[in-house]
């Protein structure tokens, strides 16, 4: 309430700005007012300003945009939180700078358990591949693993290979590998999740992975300290999220625990953002566990705290081999990956999580996983009938002429990642775009032939897999160019990705009418930027940052 009573004083008001609403009927404005959390009025700074009591906080957008909170459709708050604090390895190349940058890490941490490192190329010694003896020969004395920026592979020195146990290799489930040596013993490089878990454990930070790795809970629970060590982690994931302009997260990896430590924070001092947490369904579950989804659903369902969905993963990534492919990989013509699941445990999987009226979320990487997780959905809705599902496909980096037009028939959402493509932001063109090969480019991250084929998509970065920051991710749609001459433009215009990142946000969350949007009644959810991003040229979008960031009315960064 403000000081001057009961009035229609809003408790905020943000002036002098380029207000972006994303509402068709009324697209600019020059300020906005909250109160209670909410939108009161967006409109001319005159009308806002009649709104002002004495004790309305004023924010001077100085001629900014003022944009809806951006909506980071896919992420992974726990891990990325954690990971803020490891050795980062983007952007480093060839074993001399590998080899400083890790022992420098090295000397300024000489308590760690295992140092970790995190985004280093595939291509970082070029065409050879890592293995624990180039580690060893960096840090033969101390375990280290470092892992690739898909979060797919890592690559471990001997030292972390013993102490993890898996130096002799280990029995994995299906499209995992402990890549083993001529020597008999294992290479150093591991391949997806089973294969490192056991190294990164030694880190401590196992809890931090298990809404990931295993999508259980804590055992044995951690203890006082433990718990709020962790709460810490999520603190430092949400900051960072808000930091860049962000309000609403739909998390990818998930738990029971991750909701506790979150319901902790917001009764504490409250949340800087909104989170979504799925219950991550893996391989080795029975049909009968998705009663703790419907419980984590029921439990947790408040516009700041909330569940609703399922995640899987049904394939890994193309830079391992571990995608699921149609026809052959271009550089490996007698693979075509192996699926985490069969298409009908999936297929039943579908039905079952559709029955329930949940949401499920796909990682599908190959055109064969995307195949078959459509098949899925198109099962759940002959099985159960045709409902508003909103079901997603995660990533979608490859996928067919035949599949292209089934996201729109099945109302199914396109969940993709503008940093992603290759050359896009950080990624190297190789080994990706030889992997998939020529023939496969034209429906490569194909965010604009889905678009036109009536598909909803929406945006995210993957973070920590990709840069946090909606705004680079932008700049990467808006920017885009074909590997070949021949190949469509998948761009986005600049209004197209705002909105992927905003009003598509909130459609995949099924809150459209409440957020994703500056209207009078929607959650007062908005960033303000440092400059008229629509009069910004598309390669200095990187320079736009955000100054301000208001989530359900109160400021949770300013710059």
Same mark, same amino acid.
């Not at 109302?411 to 020529?438: K, N, W, Y």
């Not at 995949?508 to 929607?522: D, I, N, Q, V």
């Given at each position: 309430?403000?000081?001057?009573?009961?009035?229609?004083?809003?408790?905020?008001?943000?002036?002098?700005?380029?207000?972006?609403?994303?509402?068709?009927?009324?697209?600019? +404005?020059?300020?906005?007012?909250?109160?209670?959390?909410?939108?009161?009025?967006?409109?001319?700074?005159?009308?806002?300003?009649?709104?002002?009591?004495?004790?309305?906080?004023?924010?001077?957008?100085?001629?900014?945009? !003022?944009?809806?909170?951006?909506?980071?459709?896919?992420?992974?708050?726990?891990?990325?939180?954690?990971?803020?604090?490891?050795?980062? $390895?983007?952007?480093?190349?060839?074993?001399?700078?590998?080899?400083?940058?890790?022992?420098?890490? +090295?000397?300024?941490?000489?308590? &760690?358990?295992?140092?970790?490192?995190?985004?280093?190329?595939?291509?970082? $010694?070029?065409?050879?591949?890592? =293995?624990?003896?180039?580690?060893?020969?960096? $840090?033969?004395?101390?375990?280290?693993?470092?892992?690739?920026? @898909?979060?797919? =592979?890592?690559?471990?020195?001997?030292?972390?290979?013993?102490?993890?146990?898996?130096?002799?290799?280990?029995?994995?489930?299906?499209?995992?590998?402990?890549?083993?040596?001529?020597?008999?013993?294992?290479?150093?490089?591991?391949?997806?999740?089973? +294969?490192?878990? /056991? !190294?990164? @454990?030694?880190?401590?930070?196992?809890?931090?992975? $298990?809404?990931?790795?295993?999508?259980?809970?804590?055992?044995?629970?951690?203890?006082?300290?433990?718990?709020? &060590?962790?709460?810490?982690?999520?603190?430092?994931?949400?900051?960072?999220?808000?930091?860049?302009?962000?309000?609403?997260?739909?998390?990818?990896?998930?738990?029971?625990?991750?909701?506790?430590?979150? &319901?902790?924070?917001?009764?504490?001092?409250?949340?800087?953002?909104?989170?979504?947490?799925?219950?991550?369904?893996?391989?080795?579950? =029975? #049909?009968?566990?998705?009663?703790?989804?419907?419980?984590?659903?029921?439990?947790?369902?408040?516009?700041?705290?909330?569940?609703?969905?399922?995640?899987?993963?049904?394939?890994?990534?193309?830079?391992?081999?571990?995608?699921?492919?149609?026809e052959p990989y271009a550089d490996r013509t007698d693979w075509v990956g192996e699926p985490l699941f069969t298409p009908q445990q999936f297929a039943d999987l579908a039905?079952?999580?559709?029955?329930?009226? #949940?949401?499920?979320?796909?990682?599908?990487?190959?055109?064969?996983?995307?195949?078959?997780?459509?098949?899925?959905?198109?099962?759940?809705?002959?099985?159960?009938?045709?409902?508003?599902?909103?079901?997603?496909? *995660?990533?979608?980096?490859?996928?067919?002429?035949?599949?292209?037009?089934?996201?729109? *028939?099945?109302?199914?959402?396109?969940?993709?990642?503008?940093?992603?493509?290759?050359?896009?932001?950080?990624?190297?063109?190789?080994?990706?775009?030889?992997?998939?090969? /020529?023939?496969?480019?034209?429906?490569?991250?194909?965010?604009?032939?889905?678009?036109?084929?009536?598909?909803?998509? !929406?945006? &995210?970065? @993957?973070?920590?897999?990709? /840069?946090?920051?909606?705004? #680079?991710?932008?700049?990467?749609?808006?920017m885009r160019k074909p590997w070949a001459d021949s190949d469509p433009d998948q761009s986005f215009s600049l209004q197209e990705s705002l909105a992927a990142y905003t009003?598509?946000?909130?459609?995949?969350?099924?809150?459209?009418?409440?957020?994703?949007?500056?209207?009078?009644?929607?959650?007062?959810?908005?960033?303000? #930027?440092?400059?008229?991003?629509?009069?910004?040229a598309p390669a200095d979008l990187h320079k736009v940052r955000p100054v301000t960031t208001i989530c359900g009315g109160k400021v949770t960064y300013q710059a």
């Open positions: 309430m403000s000081a001057t009573g009961t009035g229609h004083n809003a408790d905020l008001i943000v002036i002098n700005g380029r207000v972006l609403t994303m509402d068709g009927g009324n697209p600019a +404005a020059e300020a906005v007012a909250v109160k209670d959390g909410a939108i009161i009025a967006v409109g001319s700074r005159a009308a806002i300003e009649e709104l002002k009591g004495t004790a309305t906080q004023v924010i001077d957008a100085k001629g900014g945009s !003022v944009l809806p909170g951006f909506i980071e459709a896919h992420m992974h708050l726990f891990s990325g939180g954690a990971e803020l604090a490891h050795l980062q $390895l983007g952007g480093v190349h060839g074993f001399e700078a590998l080899k400083q940058v890790i022992r420098d890490y +090295a000397s300024t941490k000489p308590e &760690a358990k295992m140092l970790v490192g995190q985004g280093v190329d595939y291509t970082v $010694l070029d065409d050879e591949r890592v =293995t624990r003896h180039h580690l060893d020969a960096i $840090l033969p004395d101390r375990p280290f693993c470092m892992a690739a920026p @898909d979060h797919h =592979t890592m690559w471990a020195n001997t030292k972390a290979l013993e102490m993890a146990g898996i130096l002799h290799g280990r029995a994995l489930g299906p499209g995992n590998e402990i890549v083993m040596g001529d020597d008999g013993l294992a290479a150093g490089e591991l391949r997806e999740g089973e +294969a490192f878990g /056991p !190294v990164l @454990d030694l880190a401590g930070e196992g809890r931090v992975r $298990l809404g990931l790795a295993t999508g259980g809970e804590p055992d044995p629970m951690p203890s006082a300290t433990e718990r709020a &060590a962790d709460r810490d982690i999520m603190r430092r994931g949400l900051a960072w999220c808000a930091r860049h302009g962000i309000t609403s997260i739909q998390n990818m990896d998930g738990n029971l625990y991750q909701l506790e430590l979150l &319901a902790e924070i917001d009764a504490e001092e409250g949340l800087p953002c909104r989170v979504q947490i799925p219950f991550h369904y893996k391989n080795f579950m =029975t #049909l009968d566990m998705l009663d703790k989804a419907s419980v984590m659903t029921e439990r947790y369902n408040s516009e700041w705290l909330s569940c609703g969905m399922v995640k899987v993963f049904y394939d890994g990534v193309l830079d391992s081999w571990t995608a699921v492919m149609v039905v079952a999580v559709d029955k329930r009226g #949940l949401q499920m979320a796909v990682h599908s990487i190959g055109d064969g996983a995307v195949r078959a997780v459509l098949d899925g959905y198109e099962a759940a809705q002959k099985a159960n009938g045709k409902r508003d599902s909103r079901h997603r496909v *995660e990533h979608i980096e490859v996928t067919t002429t035949a599949d292209v037009p089934r996201f729109a *028939e099945l109302g199914v959402i396109a969940s993709m990642q503008p940093p992603h493509p290759p050359g896009a932001m950080d990624f190297p063109l190789e080994p990706t775009v030889s992997r998939i090969g /020529p023939a496969r480019w034209p429906l490569s991250y194909a965010w604009r032939t889905l678009k036109n084929a009536g598909a909803h998509v !929406v945006f &995210a970065s @993957d973070w920590p897999v990709s /840069p946090i920051d909606p705004i #680079l991710g932008i700049q990467a749609a808006v009003v598509e946000g909130a459609y995949a969350e099924f809150a459209e009418h409440r957020k994703g949007t500056l209207k009078s009644g929607y959650m007062a959810d908005l960033v303000v #930027l440092s400059a008229d991003i629509e009069k910004t």
